[in-house]
């Protein structure tokens, strides 16, 4: 680890471009003990930096790869369950629109059947009222007739009566009572009568 | 409907007027009193007023049994009834009376109605023809009514001969209605 640091601090001062040497030793040119006493202080600042947050760092690294696995390990898993989750709703829902079309059949013939029995029950109350009304028709015909028949006679006998009363006189009343006596006497005796 | 109660008075008082030989003249003054008694309002308050002593109401038919010089069966029969408080079934009783010496006698009672009069010789061949039919002497009276149109109607007992145009009529009118 610290020959890594070390190899870092070589890249940064190699890194310092050639002209900035080359500007040093002359009144106006390079602060070569300036920047050596930079250079000096990074490089110090560097080690007491990986001197006390090295450990720390890279704990933090490599725990964080290992965190960064479990949060992958448990995203993966998240998903499969969430996939899982995903195909068992998915499962069910189509459970539930076969559901949903049999309870809809269900009901669909339950209604076919429920409206041919309201239908069947409508022609059967319709015949029977038919039914009715022609009995009562022919009844009140029956009864109309007879009524006319009733007055018909009616007037028949009550011209009749007319009649006789002007026509039964003595004699006819006479042959009437002849006719009467000679039915009771052929009448049985009846004793005790 | 007579009332049993009436039946058994009327049997024994018969009886009696039989042993007695007196019961055509017991029929007369039982049929005259009971008669009275339907028709006067005034004779029913009293012998039926609770309020008058019998006594008193035994006094009043005695009276009358001695004005109208009634047998000594008579006022008996009608002072019981006072006593039992049977007086009111005096009609019923003088009915069944009547009917059960027409049954000693060998009589039948007949009403006749007409439409019009009837001749002696008409209601003689009736007479005759019940006599001939009951085989009893027969006690007839006749009436007349002008709706029987023509014919004869008699009733013997509970018996009717029917032989009136009226009836011939209403017989021809319901055949009729029968058969249309």
């Known amino acids: 680890m610290k020959n890594k640091i070390l190899y870092i601090a070589a890249l940064l001062i190699a890194s310092v471009p050639m002209d900035a040497f080359a500007a040093g030793g002359h009144g106006d040119g390079f602060p070569w003990v300036s920047w050596g006493v930079s250079v000096v202080n990074f490089v110090i600042f560097l080690g007491i930096l990986i001197y ?91 009864r109309a007739v007879s009524a006319i028949e009733e007055q018909a006679v009616d007037l028949a006998i009550s011209l009749a009566e007319k009649q006789l009363t002007e026509k039964v006189d003595d004699n006819a009343q006479s042959r009437i009572v002849a006719s009467y006596v000679s039915d009771l006497n052929e009448m049985d005796s009846a004793p005790g009568a | 409907m007579r009332n049993p ?96 010496v027409d049954e000693h006698d060998g009589n039948v009672r007949a009403t006749v109605t007409s439409a019009r009069s009837l001749n002696p010789t008409q209601v ?3 007479k005759t023809a019940i006599a001939k039919m009951t085989g009893k002497n027969v006690l007839l009276e006749t009436s007349v009514d002008e709706a029987l149109l023509g014919g004869v109607v008699t009733r013997v007992g509970g018996k009717v001969f029917d032989g009136s145009v009226r009836t011939q009529l209403q017989t021809l009118k319901d055949s009729i209605l029968q058969d249309v």
């Open chain 2, 5 to 100: 109660v009436s039946k058994r008075y009327a049997r024994a008082f018969l009886e009696l007027g039989v042993a007695n030989g007196s019961y055509s003249t017991l029929q007369k003054q039982l049929r005259e009193f009971a008669d009275a008694f339907g028709e006067s309002r005034d004779l029913q308050n009293v012998v039926l007023n609770p309020g008058v002593r019998v006594d008193e109401r035994r006094n009043i038919v005695r009276a009358i049994g001695q004005k109208q010089g009634w047998d000594t069966m008579m006022l008996n029969l009608t002072l019981l009834l006072i006593d039992k408080d049977r007086i009111a079934l005096v009609q019923d009783i003088a009915d069944v009376f009547d009917a059960m």
């Open chain 2, 124 to 126: 003689g061949e009736i």
């Open chain 1, 52 to 142: 006390f947050a090295g450990p720390k760092i890279q704990d933090h690294f490599s725990t964080r790869r290992e965190d960064m696995l479990a949060d992958l390990n448990e995203s993966k898993r998240l998903r499969e369950e969430a996939e899982k989750k995903f195909e068992e709703y998915s499962a069910r829902l189509e459970k539930l629109d076969e559901e949903r079309k049999a309870l809809l059949e269900d009901y669909h013939e339950q209604g076919e059947a429920e409206k041919e029995r309201l239908v069947a029950e409508a022609k059967k109350q319709v015949e029977k009222m038919r039914a009715d009304a022609e009995l009562i028709i022919q009844q009140e015909m029956r």
